[in-house]
């Protein structure tokens, strides 16, 4: 499909992959710990309404490891020098699992350029007593399995794993994630306190069967940034875009579309 | 050649079976089928084995570290170093811990040493490691700052024993605007320090670069000559030749009357540890970061299929050595010409032995094996036999 296109790009001293398609108000996709993988059905569909801007974070797959690059918190400032840089306004922003943590740590940190938030089966913050899978100890086909409700969807993306030329990729990226996230585990407990910060709208999109930040991390976020939405996908695992992609573009352009009216 | 008297001081009660169904020994393995009557009862026989090998003529006895699994029970090897730092007499006491990156303050460790240092009056050898991955899944430890965490630990313990205090050390992962522990080592500059690693080639060479000795864990003979000639091609590279003495292989030894005695009676205690307590998915032993992404590829390239390990195969590949008087001798020269090491970290005790029988090999050692290796060092053209 000739809908999108890849290509590379410098910020300050890192260069980084990005997919990007359509035209309209631009819509940046930061990905999750997985990497940026492919240009997603919703991705096409959104693209006839928005400008899709998907990136690569520093230090995965094909993009740069910056030496600087230690925290999420650096990442919400390299986003946040990424949308000068491109001199991006209006933004809607949406951040899945990591690239949530990232999303709303750059939303509390500077959302001049930004016109909403979507946080999809969003990290960042931790609850007690909420059983979540430990990703690091388990197999890949596990991990995989994990990550869906439908398990033959799982199925079928564990069989696109298995390539070899994907293990440089998949190991950087997994090296990463546990440098963002390994301690403490997939949150910065400072965050919370600062999520009231985030003025613009926000919307909170998961699936009613994540086992990774299951659903109840969408109420906690609900409760920690004003006014924020939250939307469950039914029958649906750790990421809508990927296993409910329609529903999950419908709710966005549904969100969106109704802060234009209110606007 | 050297020996000295390794422990792993591993949880020996533990019901084997649990541990095939949770699939590991460590970390998820719960500490409800820990026993302190049981557990306190093995720390004072594993401690009363320590000293027996100080009489027995062993030249030191080895402790090391692991956290939250029923493999080892030092966790903090030095509450039992202090334990024996007076009842070993004689003998040197090694530390093959303590493991860095663990630690949120390595200054700890420059005192707990130099402690230990002053109470042996010089005895101390002490050991740095990165610890295994799961460590660092038992211990809440970034495995992707491993290294970094290592490398500027231990050149702030080093700097803390042999720079006069007090001075400040700023670095990326700890600061200290004071560096002043009181006591300093009683070595001079420091106690000698020891590198105990799987054989991983950025740390052989590191170790080789520093002059510290290299000691080798659990592996093939030909693997550990492989990794000692490595570490003997680094020291050539840096300008010097290094000694046999900078080289240490940890093994197991088992002796009895008669080979199909030794194997008999080790069979059941040496596969519990290679097939209970060592077993852990590759999740656990290889977190990511831990290792740079070409050794993770290796590593996983080289996945064995994890059926169990027999004596036989053990004995076989030299990660071990069992058998009559005679036999164990036989092996232990040819395998110490092959690697070119002069020191051997003995597991005398292993897996699920028991004291009696423990003893009895620590004797069988000490007498048959011990006396013929004192003044033996590697001889032959290792560089050709290691290729």
């Keep these: ?263 | 050649m050297k020996f000295f008297n390794f422990h792993l001081m591993p949880y020996r009660h533990a019901d084997l079976d649990a541990i095939a169904k949770n699939g590991s020994a460590w970390v998820t393995f719960s500490n409800r089928h820990y026993d302190p009557q049981k557990g306190a009862e093995l720390y004072h026989d594993y401690l009363d084995q320590m000293e027996f090998a100080d009489k027995l003529g062993f030249d030191g006895v080895c402790l090391n570290e692991h956290h939250q699994t029923a493999y080892g029970m030092m966790p903090i090897p030095g509450v039992l170093a202090g334990a024996l730092a007076r009842s070993v007499k004689r003998a040197k006491l090694a530390i093959l811990g303590r493991a860095l990156p663990l630690l949120n303050n390595p200054l700890m460790v420059a005192e707990e040493y130099a402690i230990l240092d002053n109470l042996t009056r010089g005895r101390l050898i002490a050991g740095f490691v990165r610890g295994i991955g799961a460590e660092y899944h038992a211990m809440g430890i970034n495995p992707a700052y491993s290294q970094e965490r290592f490398a500027e630990a231990h050149d702030l313990i080093v700097r803390a024993w042999t720079e006069p205090g007090p001075f400040s050390y700023v670095g990326k992962h700890y600061q200290f605007k004071y560096v002043n522990p009181w006591p300093r080592p009683y070595q001079n500059p420091h106690p000698p320090i020891w590198i105990p690693s799987q054989g991983s080639g950025s740390t052989i060479r590191w170790a080789a670069r520093m002059r510290y000795t290299y000691c080798q864990t659990l592996s093939p003979i030909a693997a550990v000559a492989r990794f000692f000639q490595l570490y003997r091609d680094e020291a050539d590279k840096a300008g010097y030749k290094a000694s046999p003495d900078q080289l240490a292989w940890s093994n197991t030894i088992y002796v009895a009357e008669t080979d199909e005695t030794a194997v008999r009676e080790a069979r059941p205690h040496l596969e519990a540890l290679m097939n209970y307590f060592l077993k852990m998915p590759t999740e656990m032993l290889l977190p990511p970061g831990y290792t740079d992404p070409a050794s993770m590829k290796r590593v996983r390239a080289a996945k064995v299929t994890g059926k169990p390990q027999s004596i036989e195969d053990v004995i076989k590949a030299g990660v071990v050595i069992v058998g009559s008087p005679n036999t164990v001798r036989e092996k232990l020269a040819e395998y110490q010409d092959l690697a070119g090491f002069n020191t051997s970290l003995t597991k005398t005790q292993f897996g699920t032995l028991p004291d009696d029988m423990t003893r009895a090999n620590m004797t069988a050692i000490a007498e048959e094996v011990l006396p013929h290796f004192r003044d033996r060092s590697p001889q032959g053209a290792r560089r050709e036999a290691a290729e």
């Design chain 1, 1 to 263: 499909m000739a809908d999108h296109s890849t290509s590379t790009i410098a910020i300050r001293d890192c260069r980084i992959r990005l997919m990007r398609g359509g035209a309209g108000p631009p819509l940046l996709f930061l990905h999750g710990g997985g990497g940026m993988g492919i240009w997603l059905p919703c991705m096409a569909r959104l693209a006839k309404k928005f400008h899709v801007i998907a990136p690569e974070h520093p230090g995965f797959g094909a993009s740069d490891t910056p030496p600087w690059l230690d925290t999420v918190g650096d990442l919400a400032n390299f986003y946040l020098d990424f949308l000068d840089q491109l001199d991006l306004s209006g933004v809607h922003l949406i951040g899945s699992s990591l690239g949530g943590w990232i999303a709303a740590e750059a939303a509390v940190r500077n959302a001049t350029r930004l016109a909403s938030l979507t946080l999809v089966g969003a990290a960042g913050i931790h609850l007690n007593d909420v059983a979540q899978v430990d990703t690091f100890l388990s197999n890949e086909e596990q991990r995989i399995r994990d990550l869906f409700h439908d398990q033959e969807l799982a199925e079928a993306v564990i069989a696109g794993s298995q390539r070899p030329e994907l293990e440089d990729a998949a190991l950087k990226n997994r090296m990463m994630t546990a440098k963002l996230s390994w301690q403490p585990r997939n949150h910065d407990p400072h965050l919370r306190k600062w999520l009231h910060r985030i003025k613009v709208p926000t919307l909170l999109i998961w699936g009613d069967r994540d086992r990774i930040f299951p659903k109840d991390y969408a109420f906690a976020f609900q409760g920690l940034i004003p006014g924020a939405k939250a939307v469950i996908i039914a029958d649906c695992g750790h990421l809508p875009h990927v296993e409910k992609g329609d529903a999950f573009a419908a709710e966005l352009e549904a969100f969106i579309g109704a802060m234009r009216i209110a606007a």
